[in-house]
């Protein structure tokens, strides 16, 4: 079969952009629409091995002289004519030429009854098919017709004067056929039961009609099988057909270009910016990043860094009691691979901010896109919604907050509050010493010093407790400063482990379903050119 095309791009390019747009809308589209094109492959791929022979069939009504015409063409009585069709319903076929090809191809086209024509180079390549009734009583005809139609590369539609505008073969068939005028013929047969100026009505009757039916490329001619007129110059336009050993490739390139015209009907204008905007990109981070808990993990770190802080620069003699507070990040148990944190499941007002933001998402993805596109992104933003939970926690939990570390001045602080401490305590003992040597009625051999008329024990006591206390006062907004700081860089941090959960799960689902309708449509017209 030959691959050269009258015009538009070759049929190998169209046939390969048609399977590369059934690829993208397997599973997304329609059923039937990606059916119908996957047929249109297939037969392309089994015709392409079945040689270069032109098939031709001759289609009509009940009584409009189709099987006496194709005995006429055949030479031969191939086909029993009559008011009635025979009710096996198979066709008939007459060859001409011995390849051998021609047997395969009427094995494909499951057409058992065949008649091989004498040599006849003018019409050597040609297999003459006569179909069934297609207004036939029997649902098997009329199936094996519409079969039929679809596979043949030449269809020849046989009209008789009374019936030829009937509204079942035009609504049926021949509309649906406008895209492949360049393929079909249509025959008004019977001519010799009208005068000539009956003929010449009902020929321009039947142009009419046919025109505004978008067949005005469709050869009409006017033939009696009985008589013999017309025939000539109908087995010549046949004999056009074989010689040109295109009409397969023609016929192909019409199914093409058809299944093409119906898938694009799923495409949408081309999107040339990202698939959702920044302000829904940026309303799904925070839905998700507030139901996976990222203010309760944040408050936690300010809760943590308030806690050893205090500690740290806290009086020595007390700050242990921090130390039997529970850690606020252990209790999350945050930083264990494969297991669940302890954070609190999202809540109700949570859940209806992310459904939310995922529809928010998926609307903006979806502006400007067919029905069945909207559709796929919906499913999308479903089966992204039920991974959520696992992946966000998992990120969560997986982030790194910072490390644990005291800074160097609440060492320095720490260290001087141990210092107050033992002058604290110095005086104490002072203090003890002095009370012992009272009782034992010393304390005149040992004077105590003085300043300002204050003892220095008393000083050395109060005064380290209470520059203690100043000191931990004091360091203490320093903390809670650095509290803060700690909590807002974790929060950038469990933020940006969230954003990349929205890219991953749903912002990339969203554009990759976006980027297929392009590649989609993009396909669709070049099997279209």
Same mark, same amino acid.
Not at 335 to 359: D, F, H, K, Y
Not at 492 to 507: F, K
């Given at each position: 079969?030959?691959?050269?095309?009258?015009?538009?791009?070759?049929?190998?390019?169209?046939?390969?952009?048609?399977?590369?747009?059934?690829?993208?809308?397997?599973?997304?589209?329609?059923?039937?629409?990606?059916?119908?094109?996957?047929?249109?492959?297939?037969?392309?791929?089994?015709?392409?091995?079945?040689?270069?022979?032109?098939?031709?069939?001759?289609?009509?009504?009940?009584?409009?002289?189709?099987?006496?015409?194709?005995?006429?063409?055949?030479?031969?009585?191939?086909?029993?004519?009559?008011?009635?069709?025979?009710?096996?319903?198979?066709?008939?076929?007459?060859?001409?030429?011995?390849?051998?090809?021609?047997?395969?191809?009427?094995?494909?086209?499951?057409?058992?009854?065949?008649?091989?024509?004498?040599?006849?180079?003018?019409?050597?390549?040609?297999?003459?098919?006569?179909?069934?009734?297609?207004?036939?009583?029997?649902?098997?005809?009329?199936?094996?017709?519409?079969?039929?139609?679809?596979?043949?590369?030449?269809?020849?539609?046989?009209?008789?004067?009374?019936?030829?505008?009937?509204?079942?073969?035009?609504?049926?068939?021949?509309?649906?056929?406008?895209?492949?005028?360049?393929?079909?013929?249509?025959?008004?047969?019977?001519?010799?039961?009208?005068?000539?100026?009956?003929?010449?009505?009902?020929?321009?009757?039947?142009?009419?009609?046919?025109?505004?039916?978008?067949?005005?490329?469709?050869?009409?001619?006017?033939?009696?099988?009985?008589?013999?007129?017309?025939?000539?110059?109908?087995?010549?336009?046949?004999?056009?057909?074989?010689?040109?050993?295109?009409?397969?490739?023609?016929?192909?390139?019409?199914?093409?270009?058809?299944?093409?015209?119906?898938?694009?009907?799923?495409?949408?204008?081309?999107?040339?910016?990202?698939?959702?905007?920044?302000?829904?990109?940026?309303?799904?981070?925070?839905?998700?990043?507030?139901?996976?808990?990222?203010?309760?993990?944040?408050?936690?770190?300010?809760?943590?860094?308030?806690?050893?802080?205090?500690?740290?620069?806290?009086?020595?003699?007390?700050?242990?009691?921090?130390?039997?507070?529970?850690?606020?990040?252990?209790?999350?148990?945050?930083?264990?691979?494969?297991?669940?944190?302890?954070?609190?499941?999202?809540?109700?007002?949570?859940?209806?901010?992310?459904?939310?933001?995922?529809?928010?998402?998926?609307?903006?993805?979806?502006?400007?896109?067919?029905?069945?596109?909207?559709?796929?992104?919906?499913?999308?933003?479903?089966?992204?919604?039920?991974?959520?939970?696992?992946?966000?926690?998992?990120?969560?939990?997986?982030?790194?907050?910072?490390?644990?570390?005291?800074?160097?001045?609440?060492?320095?602080?720490?260290?001087?509050?141990? *210092? =107050?401490?033992?002058?604290? $305590? &110095? !005086? @104490? /003992?002072?203090? %003890?010493?002095?009370?012992? +040597?009272?009782? #034992?009625?010393?304390?005149?051999?040992?004077?105590?010093?003085?300043?300002?008329?204050?003892?220095?024990?008393?000083? *050395? =006591?109060?005064?380290?407790? $209470? &520059? !203690? @206390? /100043?000191?931990? %006062?004091?360091?203490?907004? +320093?903390?809670? #400063?650095?509290?803060?700081?700690?909590?807002?860089?974790?929060?950038?941090?469990?933020?940006?482990?969230?954003?990349?959960?929205?890219?991953?799960?749903? $912002?990339?689902?969203?554009?990759?379903?976006?980027?297929?309708?392009?590649?989609?449509?993009?396909?669709?017209?070049?099997?279209?050119?």
């Amino acid at each position: 079969m030959s691959r050269r095309q009258g015009r538009g791009a070759p049929l190998a390019d169209r046939l390969a952009a048609l399977r590369e747009a059934v690829e993208v809308a397997d599973g997304r589209l329609e059923a039937d629409a990606v059916g119908r094109s996957r047929a249109v492959l297939a037969k392309a791929g089994a015709r392409e091995a079945l040689g270069g022979a032109t098939v031709v069939a001759l289609a009509g009504a009940t009584g409009s002289g189709k099987s006496t015409l194709f005995n006429a063409l055949s030479g031969a009585e191939v086909s029993a004519p009559g008011v009635r069709r025979p009710t096996t319903g198979t066709a008939h076929a007459t060859v001409w030429g011995a390849d051998d090809s021609s047997d395969r191809l009427l094995d494909w086209l499951e057409v058992p009854r065949r008649h091989r024509h004498a040599p006849e180079p003018a019409l050597d390549g040609l297999v003459l098919l006569d179909l069934p009734d297609h207004d036939s009583v029997r649902l098997e005809h009329r199936l094996e017709v519409d079969r039929l139609v679809q596979l043949v590369d030449v269809l020849v539609w046989v009209l008789d004067p009374e019936k030829y505008a009937d509204a079942a073969v035009h609504e049926r068939y021949l509309v649906p056929l406008a895209g492949h005028a360049g393929v079909l013929l249509v025959v008004l047969n019977q001519v010799d039961r009208l005068d000539a100026v009956a003929v010449r009505a009902c020929l321009a009757d039947l142009r009419a009609l046919l025109d505004r039916e978008g067949l005005a490329a469709t050869p009409l001619l006017a033939v009696s099988a009985r008589t013999g007129a017309g025939l000539g110059e109908l087995r010549g336009e046949l004999a056009r057909r074989v010689s040109a050993r295109r009409a397969a490739t023609d016929r192909l390139a019409a199914d093409v270009r058809a299944s093409a015209a119906e898938l694009a009907g799923h495409c949408g204008p081309a999107g040339s910016g990202p698939a959702v905007g920044p302000d829904d990109r940026a309303r799904l981070t925070a839905a998700l990043g507030d139901a996976a808990g990222v203010p309760a993990v944040v408050s936690a770190v300010a809760r943590a860094v308030r806690r050893d802080g205090t500690a740290a620069t806290g009086w020595p003699v007390v700050r242990w009691t921090r130390r039997l507070r529970p850690d606020p990040l252990d209790r999350l148990h945050l930083g264990r691979e494969g297991a669940r944190s302890s954070l609190p499941a999202a809540g109700t007002v949570q859940r209806a901010a992310v459904e939310r933001a995922l529809r928010g998402a998926r609307d903006s993805a979806g502006e400007g896109l067919p029905e069945s596109w909207r559709d796929e992104l919906r499913r999308t933003a479903e089966d992204a919604g039920d991974r959520l939970p696992d992946r966000l926690d998992a990120a969560v939990a997986g982030t790194d907050l910072g490390p644990r570390t005291t800074p160097l001045w609440q060492r320095a602080v720490g260290g001087l509050q141990w *210092l =107050l401490a033992l002058v604290a $305590l &110095a !005086g @104490a /003992l002072w203090l %003890l010493a002095l009370v012992l +040597l009272g009782f #034992l009625q010393l304390d005149d051999v040992v004077p105590v010093p003085r300043v300002e008329g204050l003892p220095v024990p008393t000083l *050395l =006591l109060v005064g380290g407790l $209470l &520059a !203690g @206390a /100043l000191l931990a %006062l004091l360091a203490r907004p +320093l903390v809670g #400063l650095r509290a803060r700081r700690r909590a807002r860089r974790a929060e950038l941090r469990l933020r940006g482990a969230v954003d990349v959960v929205a890219q991953e799960e749903v $912002l990339g689902p969203l554009g990759e379903v976006r980027a297929d309708h392009a590649r989609f449509c993009a396909a669709v017209a070049r099997a279209a050119r």
